[in-house]
């Protein structure tokens, strides 16, 4: 294959189709742990970058090394560590040798050591981790001697990170001047970009606070940890999104170091306080807050905490709101308390048979699957505790979608009987094939001779469901074409899809007949956009159904300036035609007369600009 081919064959790896139940449905804890993850990555397109790899080094080898670096980061999510270290090291592998020859390709070259490290940690080698976040230190450090505004920040990270390794491996004298190197560097930018460089900032000195401690050098650790705290409060007011997690450590940090109870109280207090702009955040920090107010004695105060955070109720940030609330459970559990003002999930044991029910029907990857789970666990699904349950860990989990997902299918076995909701999922189920298999056509005419085999699910209603929730261009051209292909021959609907005149033409007669749904239909099968003055015409009768009328009187006056005087005398003829077949295009007949016209005599105020606007071509 010629490299510009192969190029193109590498963008075009993966078709979108109309998507089934998601690979990848996050697994809730508590219960399962030890069963393996499913993969959520799709190995194939890097097995095919490394063929064209292979053929084509020059122009792939790069790509590919890069791309078996982002595989491992995939691997390693879904809990693939041997698959995870493999691809890292082969990555590793392809470059090592390019950057012998281009030291272009030694930033790269560090980034994807650093990962290597990372994962040879993860497997347990401590040693070879060490050995290659130790390269990652000596290249960035001659690559920052060159160009320190580029490279210091990076040595940086690549110090902090080999602190980690040196912990692991006892050196705690070594960690501590690594770490410590890492600070000052960072220090240096933090004035000119704190944007930039004050949260690595701050999570180096909760790092370098933890070393100092080893070192025994604790009132310099409760001094970078009360650093740590401040910047962390600043950051995470203004983003706790993306700072909470490290605002808590940094808290945590402190409160290890602190031997002054009132003290360390009252930053956990000014930090619930920093926060009362950010209820969902505010709420995790008031349950830690909570957990050491009970530690010291004072649960009434406690109790205070946890019900004011138990509260909140934002569903905006699910994945912060299911923080707070398992913090809530779990300063509830660790202290003993109870308060009747507290809300039924934060107090109740963690429902597990009705957690496994849902990791089990989030892991049913088909309706075949989920069939099966539907029969095997008919009895417990029907279990008179179990809509309890699931709304516990609905209130636990929120955000979870498969939890909605597995109450909506029970209420609606409640309402239908499961043999019909059954025989509904399997026409789903075989509609969703059958759509794939149509949308994953090669070219049209394959697409149409699919079309005209007349016993396949796409001719289905829940097919035209699935295009129509499915929200996507692709999707809605093949929905414009089913619908079409119920009301004239698919020659003719492909004809529609291919060829712009027939389109267009198509387009006027449904004008002419007043069938808006038609005229929709047929832009949206058209493979492509119309252009020119047919383009404004169909936009100003789309404005005029949705009761637009001052964008369609725009468009009119644009028609009337720049079209041509046979084109405009035929498009006056077609909305008068509008206007006679339905009372609701009245305006229609104003339109008319607007295009019929010159346009010189328009009165621009009326929504019109006087001597601009793009040309209209035929």
Aim: net charge negative; charged share 25%; proline share 5%.
């Amino acid at each position: 294959m010629p490299p510009v081919e192969a190029q193109q064959a590498a963008r075009t790896l993966v078709r979108d189709a109309v998507g089934g139940r998601p690979d990848d449905s996050p697994r809730l804890p508590g219960v399962g742990a030890s069963r393996p993850k499913r993969r959520a990555y799709w190995p194939w397109p890097w097995n095919y970058l490394r063929h064209l790899a292979r053929a084509h080094p020059a122009v792939y080898a790069v790509a590919h090394a890069t791309a078996l670096s982002n595989l491992s980061v995939d691997q390693r999510t879904v809990g693939d560590h041997s698959a995870a270290l493999a691809s890292s090291a082969e990555a590793v592998d392809i470059l090592r040798p390019l950057a012998e020859d281009d030291p272009a390709h030694l930033p790269l070259l560090a980034i994807t050591l650093n990962n290597l490290s990372t994962r040879q940690s993860r497997a347990g080698d401590v040693q070879a981790a060490l050995a290659s976040v130790t390269e990652v230190v000596e290249m960035r450090r001659e690559l920052a001697e060159t160009n320190p505004t580029a490279f210091l920040p990076a040595l940086a990270t690549a110090l902090n990170n080999r602190t980690y390794r040196l912990t692991e491996t006892g050196d705690r004298q070594g960690a501590l001047v690594c770490v410590d190197e890492a600070v000052t560097i960072l220090r240096t930018f933090v004035d000119a970009h704190p944007a930039a460089y004050l949260p690595r900032l701050a999570s180096f000195l909760t790092h370098l606070s933890q070393c100092q401690e080893d070192d025994g050098q604790g009132r310099a650790a409760a001094s970078s940890a009360t650093e740590a705290v401040r910047l962390f409060r600043r950051l995470t007011r203004a983003n706790p999104r993306a700072h909470l997690s490290d605002f808590v450590t940094a808290l945590n940090r402190f409160t290890a170091l602190r031997h002054d109870t009132q003290a360390t109280l009252d930053v956990w207090a000014d930090a619930v306080t920093a926060l009362g702009a950010n209820p969902v955040p505010q709420a995790e920090l008031r349950a830690r807050y909570a957990g050491q107010l009970a530690e010291h004695g004072a649960l009434d105060k406690a109790l205070e905490q946890l019900v004011h955070a138990a509260l909140v109720d934002d569903m905006e940030e699910p994945h912060l709101l299911r923080r707070a609330r398992q913090a809530i459970r779990t300063t509830v559990a660790e202290h003993g308390l109870d308060d009747d003002r507290l809300p039924d999930w934060a107090t109740s044991p963690l429902p597990d048979a009705a957690i496994e029910l849902v990791n089990e029907w989030a892991a049913a990857s088909d309706w075949h699957h989920a069939e099966a789970f539907l029969r095997a666990h008919g009895e417990q699904l029907m279990a008179p505790g179990l809509r309890h349950d699931l709304q516990v860990t609905a209130a636990i989990f929120p955000g979870h979608a498969e939890i909605g997902n597995l109450t909506g299918l029970l209420d609606a076995i409640d309402s239908h009987g499961i043999e019909q909701i059954l025989a509904g999922g399997r026409r789903t189920h075989d509609a969703r094939l059958a759509l794939r298999s149509w949308l994953g056509t090669d070219d049209w005419q394959t697409s149409k001779d699919f079309l005209d085999e007349p016993e396949i699910a796409v001719h289905s209603p829940e097919a035209k469901g699935l295009l129509r929730h499915a929200r996507s261009q692709v999707a809605d051209q093949h929905l414009a074409i089913l619908e079409l292909s119920e009301v004239m021959p698919t020659d003719e609907v492909y004809a529609i899809v291919v060829d712009q005149g027939t389109a267009v033409e198509q387009a006027y007669q449904a004008i002419e007949r007043a069938d808006i749904q038609a005229l929709r239909r047929i832009l949206a099968a058209h493979d492509g956009p119309v252009s020119g003055a047919p383009a404004a015409l169909f936009e100003a009768v789309n404005h005029l159904a949705d009761g637009d009328t001052e964008a369609a009187r725009r468009l009119a006056v644009l028609l009337a300036r720049n079209g041509a005087f046979n084109q405009r005398t035929a498009y006056a003829i077609l909305l008068r035609a509008l206007a006679s077949h339905d009372p609701d295009f009245l305006f229609a007949e104003e339109l008319a007369d607007i295009v019929a016209s010159d346009g010189t005599a328009l009165d621009p105020a009326r929504g019109t600009d006087e001597g601009h606007g793009e040309r209209v071509t035929q």
